[in-house]
């Protein structure tokens, strides 16, 4: 355990794979929780499952490359909350594979709306009220793909670069206020929406699938979502009391940039 009994949290991108594991891991370790997903119905089964712990849950419906959608969304989750998050995490991403020559344009903004404005607009929908009070988290959700560039992921990883840039330059902006940033850096994970239909793409185009390419990761698995769940706890809690503008990669052991 961690040590975050009583914390709130609100989860972006909560309703499947790695944001609906760290919606379970922080309620399993005591937390209230805010689901934030563009899917409404399925943010509400995880809600109704999370329910049955006796802790507080809530839902926004929402999208957050969308800035009127965030700050709706994110207000009434600080509500329900009682009216403020001592943690938020930044998961909601999408991956559209493509050559960078190649991509529709289309995939290119949708990629940067979700993953680098997604981030951008609740960070701000929520932050301000850490730095009121002086304390706050934040973990964001990068990859190893930002941290190195990869053939047909380009737009992915630029986003994903974003995001390891953000998370170093809040935490220089806010270690004054009391609140601290900090990121993940997943490797291969299964058990996600994501990883299904980048496989599915994969296997049409007869690429290696996760479960050849998990053969090089030296831990010799892919990770499931609360591999990646616990070390978001970790970094939201006291034990990372000292840690912020880091970026932890959790990938078994490749892809360590
Ligand atoms: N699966 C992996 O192998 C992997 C590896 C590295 C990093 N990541 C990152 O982890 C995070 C979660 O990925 P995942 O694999 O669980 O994906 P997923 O597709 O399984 O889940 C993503 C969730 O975000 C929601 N979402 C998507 N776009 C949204 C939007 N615009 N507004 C609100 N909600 C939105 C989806 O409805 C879904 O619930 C992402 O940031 C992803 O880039 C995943």
Known sequence: ???????????????????????????????????????????????????????????????????????????????????????LVNNAGICRIGR?????????????????????????????????????????????MGKSGVEAYGAYCASKFAVVALTQSLALELGEHGVRVNAVAPGLVVQTKMRDESEEKRRREGLPLAEERAKAIPLRRAAIPDDIAKAVAFLASDQAAYITGETLNVTGGIWND
């Open 100 to 144: 960078l020559l190649e991509m529709p344009e289309s995939d290119w903004r949708a990629t940067f709306g979700t993953n680098v404005d997604g981030l951008f607009y609740a960070t701000r929908a929520v932050v301000p009220g850490m730095v009121e009070r002086r304390s706050g988290v934040v973990v964001n959700l990068a990859s190893w």
């Open 1 to 87: 355990m961690y040590g975050l009994e009583g914390r709130r949290a609100i989860v972006t991108g909560a309703a499947y794979g790695i944001g609906r594991g760290i919606a379970s891991r922080l309620v399993a370790e005591g937390c209230d929780v805010g689901l934030f997903d563009l899917d409404l119905a399925a943010a509400e089964r995880v809600a109704a499952e999370l329910s049955t712990s006796g802790r507080r849950i809530v839902v926004a419906a929402g999208d957050v490359s969308s800035k009127a959608e965030v700050e709706a969304g994110m207000g009434k989750l600080l509500a329900g909350l009682g009216g403020g998050a001592d943690i």
